[in-house]
């Protein structure tokens, strides 16, 4: 089973914005606060950090709250919900390309004297919002 960093058919148009659906492409499940770097373009054009909120396990957050997320895991079965407050830029029926790029420390594969691995994943698709 090919597992992508971004969901098929997962872009939706929302009321206050739009949102899609991520995976982590590990094979072991990993604490919020493990997620390094997550960024997200439409149309090849960069979101704003602070607009967007990262959704597991029923909960959301801001992307610059994840480093205190330790408790909090994302599991690998489980995909995460990517939701931009952008009222009106995604409608359903229309073409979207996303990209996504999440970075994630390995807190397991240390690499030196208190560096521990760095995993970074990209993947672009072309999708229509629903």
């Known amino acids: ?24 492409e590990w094979y072991r499940s990993l604490p919020l606060s493990c ?17 967007i ?7 959301e957050y801001r992307l610059d709250e994840l480093p205190e997320l330790a408790d909090e895991d994302w599991f690998v079965l489980d995909p995460a ?14 073409r ?12 397991y594969i240390p690499i030196g004297p208190g560096t521990f691995l760095i995993n970074s994943d990209r993947y672009t698709t072309t999708q229509i919002a629903a």
């Open 1 to 24: 089973m090919l597992v992508r960093l971004i969901e098929d058919n997962s872009l939706r148009a929302t009321q206050d914005g739009y949102q899609v659906e991520i995976r982590l």
């Open 35 to 51: 997620i390094e770097q997550v960024q997200l373009t439409l149309d090849e054009q960069p979101v704003p950090p602070n607009a």
């Open 53 to 59: 909120r990262f959704g597991v396990n029923d909960h």
């Open 81 to 94: 919900v990517l939701r931009v407050h952008d009222p009106g830029r995604v409608v359903a029926g229309e």
């Open 96 to 107: 979207h390309t996303v990209e996504v790029e999440v970075a994630f420390r390995v807190p």
